[in-house]
């Protein structure tokens, strides 16, 4: 971390296709949640986030290589580690809310920093179309967690209970227990 350093096309096309599986996979949660049950407000804050983490998932799957013999759709796949059982977790939410409260108190603030992390070290010679990604993809995230963060500030839903919404957080937070960030080596 901290200076750019060189990434093979090997590195850098897994790494995309480990972006491009995330996103894809908070697009589906997202839009499940907001097509289900729950307030409104939350809803339609997680269709916003629906949207957007599709159009980000396509923009990782653009920067994927294209040669011979390499298979672009096997490249997307989830990244060795904890990330996709706390995806799953956080598909269990009780609630719409405790879906948004996991999002943008647990797993968004995990992703931008693996963000802002590869951006760091990215080399800007070799990495241009990765790196306007990467400043994509964190800006991104910025916005979901603050209108996530404007959701669960605004007024308790009705017969919300706060402390299953905390014990909700910390349980999703259990699942990175023993990790140092979304993706390994991150």
């Keep these: 971390m901290g200076e750019p350093r060189f990434r093979g096309i090997d590195e850098l096309a897994q790494r995309c296709g480990h972006y491009a599986w995330t996103e894809r996979r908070l697009f589906e949660l997202a839009g499940t949640v907001a097509a289900g049950p729950g307030r409104p407000v939350a809803r339609v804050v997680l269709s916003v986030v629906s949207r957007r983490r599709a159009a980000l998932a396509a923009q990782w799957e653009e920067r994927l290589p294209v040669r011979a013999g390499v298979d672009r759709g096997a490249l997307v796949a989830a990244p060795p580690g904890r990330l996709a059982t706390a995806l799953d977790a956080l598909a269990g939410a009780p609630s719409a809310d405790d879906f948004v409260a996991g999002l943008v108190t647990v797993l968004l603030p995990r992703l931008l920093a693996a963000y802002e992390d590869d951006r760091v070290s990215a080399s800007p010679v070799a ?13 991104v995230t910025r916005d979901d967690m603050e209108d996530g963060r404007a959701l669960l500030a605004g007024a308790p839903p009705p017969g919300s209970h706060v402390t299953e919404l905390t014990e909700f957080c910390q349980d999703l937070n259990r699942q990175f227990q023993g990790g140092h960030g979304v993706f390994p080596g991150a």
Excluded at 129 to 134: G, H, M, R
Aim: hydrophobic share 45%; glycine share 8%; with cysteine.
């Design 127 to 139: 990495e241009g179309p990765v790196i306007a990604t990467l400043d994509l993809s964190a800006c």
